[in-house]
């Protein structure tokens, strides 16, 4: 079906193009930073889970006050929290099916759809975490609110850090809604008969 | 890369099909700097990738499914906007310009620039006919029915012609 002569001619003159292309070695290399850079930044999460977990651990065992280990329990009830809807947000997103560009899409599709999600749900568990900690520490410690909303964690967490983080997540949810149009598209005109 | 066998897998189907690569990559971006990047994406994709080979197609396709993906992940994720107008079934008008515009060039160079003009579907069939490959593989590539891949061929080759400016 697609031997007609005049394709043919066509054939032969895409095939003669030679564009300049890097080299080998160039590419090996590229595929060893990539390999390395996914295990720094899945080392990196998972590092700062164990930090998080081991500072309120080494707090809970170094503190006189018993009621230290609910701060524990809430920091380990927090990262469940956080591990357990990253992972529910990337569900079906690990991989396509096969190798073809229809399944590569349908992948594609359901990673734009968890990451636009991501942006609400991020936000809450912000915003949830930061409180959470406060009321622990008033609950706890009776800690003043108004003492700690002065504090540098808070003033760099809080009124600067919240902010920037929801304008980064809006943002690439905004990003991430004009992808799926086009993939959504192009699904569409590949599925089409 | 600790694993000789998938190296020397790895490495045997870049040097084979690097310059096929390179002429992919080029139907999808101009520069030459953009069509390096590109490459320089598909690579490691195409290392990943690799264990999950298990021979049901050759390794060509199997290649081609993988440079494929990442050439539109690559458009859709730098320019959604811009990719938007490419998947426009209608190819732009002014073939008189684009005519003009490339009339000194290379018949190589011509035939490049016409097929980004196509529309994104009928460019990605296209491609893969215009590198020896039958219609039955270039369906395993894009995961679409054979006789699809017919019937975007044929529109493709009619919007091709136009946009050499050959008769239909």
């Known amino acids: 079906m697609n031997a007609q002569p005049d394709f043919g001619a066509l054939k032969r003159q895409w095939q003669s193009a030679a564009p300049p292309l890097p080299d080998v070695a160039a590419l090996r290399e590229r595929v060893n930073a990539d390999t390395r850079a996914h295990w720094r930044a899945l080392g990196l999460v998972t590092a700062l889970t164990v930090l998080a977990l081991a500072g309120s651990l080494v707090f809970a065992l170094l503190s006189p006050d018993p009621a230290a280990w609910l701060s524990f329990g809430f920091v380990m009830l927090f990262a469940t929290l956080m591990w357990s809807v990253a992972l529910w947000l990337s569900r079906g997103t690990w991989r396509p099916r096969d190798d073809s560009v229809a399944a590569a899409l349908d992948v594609s599709i359901r990673r734009c759809r968890s990451m636009v999600l991501a942006a609400p749900v991020g936000i809450a568990l912000y915003v949830l975490g930061l409180v959470g900690s406060l009321a622990w520490k008033d609950r706890l410690f009776g800690v003043d609110w108004s003492t700690v909303l002065g504090t540098p964690g808070m003033i760099f967490a809080g009124w600067i850090g919240a902010p920037l983080y929801a304008a980064g997540m809006v943002w690439n949810a905004r990003r991430q809604r004009s992808r799926l149009k086009v993939l959504l598209e192009l699904k569409r005109q590949l599925t089409e008969s | ?168």
């Open chain 2, 1 to 168: 890369m600790q694993d000789p066998d998938r190296e020397r897998r790895f490495l045997t189907l870049l040097n084979a099909n690097l310059p096929a690569l390179g002429r992919l990559a080029g139907s999808y971006v101009r520069s030459s700097a953009e069509r390096e990047d590109l490459l320089q994406d598909i690579a490691p994709a195409l290392w990943q990738a690799l264990p999950r080979f298990r021979g049901e197609s050759s390794e060509r396709t199997f290649l081609f499914r993988i440079a494929h993906n990442h050439c539109i992940n690559h458009i859709t994720r730098r320019r959604p906007m811009a990719s938007l107008q490419e998947l426009e079934l209608d190819p732009p008008d002014g073939n008189i310009s684009i005519e003009a515009s490339l009339h000194q060039q290379q018949d190589s160079a011509r035939l490049t620039e016409a097929v980004r003009q196509l529309p994104l579907i009928q460019r990605q069939v296209v491609v893969l006919a215009l590198e020896d490959m039958e219609d039955a593989e270039i369906a395993q590539v894009l995961g679409m029915t054979e006789n699809n891949v017919g019937v975007r061929l044929n529109r493709a080759r009619a919007t091709l012609r136009k946009l050499m400016g050959e008769c239909p």
